[in-house]
């Protein structure tokens, strides 16, 4: 069926994330709710068609024979720590354009594992009955934000000092964001000025994924000189961009490396433990490593799963993080950008952002797509797979998810494919006088491995 992809199912809501699957996926989700004797709580981002969606899904629950509480228009961070020894689904398509809807699945605050994820998809394809009309749900409503604001605040509050010298612009792109991060830093004791601070799923002041070029009115404001940094949000506020004093924004990776060496550095475990992804930079490695730290990546979406795997096999993560996306194990086990805006901003005050990226090797990274129809990937992977020793003579190859080639020097590229388009990825770090080079090469191995396997 392939319905759930990275991040939950996405797309758009006349063709795919539509009433009838929503009242499904309710349905389905209900039923994992009444074998643990638990609630769900159902929540939104701004988007137009997010009261029709959770409507739907509220329904499916309740027939069910679960009970729902509403917690409205939230941050999925904010949604995902409701979820806490009950069950969750957030209503968001997160950076995509106002067109598309989605729906994440929680369980005790974690996102649901794939293992989840194909259980509630065996369920949608067996058309499930409602329960008898004695053992329908009941539906509560309640106010989550202020109790969340005060766990991010609390938990912030162990790291760096006070920012209350420091002057912060937050673009929320019309996102949900604004309900925490603005509030956050203020009480914490930064000056805050929010751009695009109202909440509207067209979202009219820019688009909903937080980049440069998308950050113009932010990066122009941080770089005439009224505020010390910039952060920038995306709709449902999982993602963090940083924009540095002189409008510049920081790389996704180098953000990454800061939060997972101040983790490894202020924690008393004897083998502390960074997740990342495959795509993310080794200049994460380089500074963890030099804390007194140790590295694990897992596919890219699956933080969660690379969490409780560690933690089952005794390991002690501190932190997680892929480009753009942060999980607090301290805090909870979801994807949280609201507490990495608030960790940071105690972390800058006490240091300045220009000290925190001076111990970082920032080398070039790129990144390209090949087009490759979906039934030609996995055979097409493999062929990599396969040569890639031949193809990276020099190199250390990793096939777990995708095909990671790292060399001597801490240079990479990586191979895999996307899970939600009909492209190969292909990423590559390296110095100015090599990335060329390397990210052709593995370019040329993608083209000559589709050409392979459609012959």
Avoid at 277 to 291: F, G, K, Y
Avoid at 338 to 349: F, H, K, Y
Wanted: glycine share 10%.
């Amino acid at each position: 069926m392939g319905l759930f992809g990275t991040a939950g199912i996405r797309g758009d809501v006349t063709t795919t994330v539509t009433p009838s699957l929503a009242l499904a996926i309710g349905r389905a989700l209900g039923a994992d709710a009444v074998a643990d004797d638990a609630d769900v709580v159902i929540g939104r981002d701004g988007r137009t068609s997010g009261p029709g969606l959770a409507a739907a899904v509220e329904s499916g629950v309740l027939a069910a024979g679960a009970d729902v509480t509403r917690v409205g228009v939230v941050p999925t961070p904010a949604l995902a720590y409701a979820s806490e020894g009950q069950y969750g689904a957030m209503l968001t398509a997160s950076h995509n354009p106002p067109t598309d809807n989605g729906i994440k699945l929680f369980v005790g605050g974690t996102e649901y594992t794939q293992e989840r994820e194909e259980v509630i998809e065996s369920r949608i394809t067996a058309e499930s009955s409602p329960v008898s009309w004695q053992g329908w749900g009941t539906t509560t409503h309640k106010d989550i934000i202020p109790a969340y604001r005060d766990a991010v605040q609390t938990y912030a509050s162990k790291y760096g000092t006070i920012p209350s010298e420091l002057t912060v612009a937050i673009d929320c792109g019309n996102g949900v964001g604004a309900l925490a991060t603005p509030s956050i830093l203020d009480r914490m004791g930064a000056e805050v000025v929010t751009l695009n601070g109202n909440i509207d799923g067209h979202f009219p002041g820019r688009e909903s994924k937080p980049t440069a070029a998308s950050l113009t009115d932010l990066r122009a404001s941080v770089k005439n000189g009224q505020y010390d940094f910039g952060i920038g949000h995306d709709g449902d506020a999982d993602r963090l961009v940083i924009v540095d004093h002189e409008g510049a924004v920081v790389h996704e990776d180098t953000i990454l490396a800061i939060l997972a060496a101040h983790f490894v550095d202020v924690s008393d475990v004897v083998d502390p433990v960074i997740i990342t992804t495959p795509n993310a930079s080794s200049r994460i490695d380089e500074l963890v490593h030099a804390a007194g730290g140790r590295v694990e990546r897992v596919q890219l979406g699956s933080l969660h799963e690379g969490i409780m795997t560690a933690e089952t096999a005794g390991g002690d993560v501190v932190f997680a993080g892929e480009p753009w996306k942060h999980s607090h194990p301290a805090l909870g086990g979801w994807i949280d950008a609201i507490a990495s805006a608030a960790v940071l901003t105690r972390l800058i005050s006490e240091e300045g952002l220009p000290a925190l990226r001076n111990p970082i090797r920032e080398r070039p990274y790129r990144k390209e797509s090949v087009e490759c129809p979906d039934e030609q990937k996995t055979a097409a992977i493999e062929h990599i797979r396969q040569t890639a020793a031949d193809t990276f003579p020099d190199a250390e190859i990793k096939t777990e998810h995708g095909v990671r080639a790292t060399f001597p020097d801490n240079a990479w590229a990586l191979i895999r494919p996307s899970g939600t388009e009909p492209y190969i990825r292909v990423y590559a770090e390296a110095t100015s006088e090599t990335i060329d080079s390397l990210i052709e090469d593995a370019i040329t191995t993608v083209s000559t491995a589709i050409d392979a396997v459609d012959d």
